[in-house]
């Protein structure tokens, strides 16, 4: 089953700040974040753990709810360099990642 | 160390007709998933294969199979081309089973597209 997304786009001006949710009816084991830009391969964010444990990366940063089976990234004070479509993959009982359909973010000046 | 490449990079078929898209992993890598790629469904599981065995499998029909090769390299087949099998073909290699901790590179994708 495939994680949920959202919003499904999103527009900031650079040095805005975003949140991205990511909702798996399942129970997750980890959750997987990744980002393709127009043309280009997915490239590996960061991986959160069962138990809550947060990551960041640059200035971007997730969260995991073990409780609600969710997950968040957080976009904050945005760079051009991070538009692109934002995937996360979620690992539960079924041994496979399953990814969700994505949220575009784009960054203007 | 070279990332995962894919070939051909484009692909252009008929309907009916089969086509094999190849995966080369990292050098190490054991593990290599297939995704399929279609505007506004995200990447759709294939299958995954590890030390040259299936491991897993998504919800695609009997068409769509692969093989992996001692040396971790994959191949992904699909038969009797529909034109809804139109997509990116992402491969994606790991150390291990994708699994709770391991992450997964992927590579450039092979763009098919059936007429």
């Known amino acids: 089953q495939q994680p949920v997304q959202s919003p499904q786009a999103v527009i900031l001006r650079e040095g805005e700040d975003a949140v991205i949710n990511c909702s798996s009816s399942?129970?997750?084991?980890?959750v997987h974040w990744y980002r393709q830009k127009h043309g280009e391969a997915p490239v590996f964010l960061m991986i959160?753990?069962?138990?809550?444990e947060q990551k960041g990366h640059e200035k971007i940063s997730a969260s995991f709810n073990e409780k609600k089976q969710q997950s968040s990234l957080y976009l904050t004070a945005s760079q051009l360099s991070y538009s692109g479509t934002y995937f996360c993959?979620?690992?539960?009982?079924?041994?496979?990642?399953?990814f969700g359909a994505g949220t575009t973010v784009t960054v203007r000046a | 160390k070279a990332g995962v490449t894919q070939t051909p990079r484009y692909l252009i078929k008929t309907r009916g007709q089969q086509v094999t898209l190849s995966c080369s992993p990292i050098?190490?890598?054991?593990?290599v998933s297939w995704y399929q790629q279609t505007p506004g469904q995200g990447l759709q599981f294939l299958f995954e294969?590890?030390?040259?065995?299936?491991?897993n499998k998504g919800n695609f029909p009997g068409r769509f199979s692969g093989r992996q090769f001692s040396n971790s390299r994959s191949e992904m087949n699909v038969s009797t081309l529909e034109l809804g099998d139109s997509a990116l073909y992402l491969c994606?290699?790991?150390?291990?089973?994708?699994?709770?901790?391991?992450?997964?590179?992927f590579g450039p994708g092979t763009r098919l597209t059936v007429l």
């Open positions: 399942k129970a997750l084991y980890s």
């Open positions: 294969y590890f030390s040259e065995t299936q491991r």
């Open positions: 993959g979620t690992y539960t009982n079924d041994y496979k990642l399953s």
């Open positions: 959160l753990l069962k138990g809550g």
């Open positions: 050098s190490g890598h054991r593990s």
């Open positions: 994606a290699s790991s150390l291990e089973l994708a699994g709770i901790t391991d992450t997964q590179y």
